[in-house]
C-alpha cells in the first residue's frame, strides 16, 4: 500500500508562485511514477504533469507546460508541484497519483491522494 497526503494550497493571486507537496508513504517510494492532477467542480482529472522515478524524466500537460514543474526529494518521500505564473483557470483540487507507470489517463492510477485545493483569484 502506498498513502500520499497533499499540501500547500491556499489562496493566491493572479501571477504568483505556489508550490504544493505530496509526502508517500508505504511502498518503497522509488518504484512508483508519480503525477498530478487537478479537477474542478463538474469535470474530470486533468493531467498536470507527472514524473519518472528512474529516470527523473518530467512531463506535462499542455495547459500548464512552461508555467510548472515537477520535483523530488527521494530522501523525503516527497515530490513537489511548483506552479509560476498562476491564472485563475488554474483553480482546481490538486491531487497527486502513484503507481508504476506515468501516464496521463487518472484511470491507470491507483494511489491517489486526498487533494489540496488551490484557488487563484483575478
Known amino acids: 500500500q502506498v498513502q500520499l497526503v497533499e499540501s500547500g494550497g491556499r489562496l493566491v493571486q493572479a501571477g504568483a508562485s505556489l508550490s504544493v507537496s505530496c509526502a508517500a508513504s508505504g511502498r518503497t517510494f522509488s518504484t512508483l511514477d508519480m503525477a498530478w492532477f487537478r479537477q474542478t467542480p463538474g469535470k474530470g482529472r486533468e493531467f498536470v504533469g507527472g514524473i519518472e522515478r528512474r529516470s527523473s524524466n518530467t512531463y506535462y500537460g499542455s495547459a500548464v507546460k512552461g508555467r510548472f514543474t515537477i520535483s523530488e526529494d527521494n530522501p523525503k518521500n516527497t515530490v513537489y508541484l511548483q506552479m509560476n505564473n498562476l491564472k485563475p483557470e488554474d483553480t482546481a483540487v490538486y491531487y497527486c497519483?502513484?503507481?508504476?507507470?506515468?501516464?496521463?489517463?487518472?484511470?491507470?492510477?491507483?494511489?491517489w491522494g486526498q487533494g489540496t485545493q488551490v484557488t487563484v483569484s483575478s
Open positions: 497519483a502513484a503507481d508504476l507507470f506515468c501516464v496521463s489517463d487518472y484511470d491507470e492510477y491507483d494511489y
